[in-house]
């Protein structure tokens, strides 16, 4: 059983910038890739980036590429994603995901970002 926590999320206006971390605890002898998904109201859940097992290959989606950085510090069992040059359409929940072979997926409870125009 794996248990994550983010944080980090906030109000900020246009243009601002946010980190979200994402806490991994329990299950953790073992890393795997994992990733970070969004969802605002009344929309669905969806992918924002990836990162790889050890951190060396990251992937995000059109909508936020150039402007968000993923990253892990496997020694802390921990997620971030760094948000720049926010804009209003990114308000969301934002969750953390990870997901492991034969167990399933593993996702925290989220974080509000809210971006003002």
């Known amino acids: 059983q794996v248990q994550l926590v983010e944080s980090g999320g906030g109000l900020v206006h246009t243009g601002g910038s946010l980190r979200l971390s994402c806490a991994a605890s329990g299950r953790t002898d073992s890393i795997y890739p994992m990733a970070w998904f969004r969802q605002a109201p009344g929309k669905e859940r969806e992918f924002v980036a990836r990162?790889?097992?050890?951190?060396?290959?990251?992937s995000y989606s059109e909508f936020v590429k150039g402007r968000f950085t993923i990253s892990r510090d496997n020694a802390k069992n921990t997620m971030y994603l760094q948000m720049n040059s926010l804009k209003p359409e990114d308000t969301a929940v934002y969750y953390c995901m990870v997901s492991i072979p034969r167990k399933g997926d593993y996702w925290g409870q989220g974080t509000q970002v809210t971006v003002s125009s």
């Open positions: 990162i790889s097992a050890g951190g060396g290959t990251t």
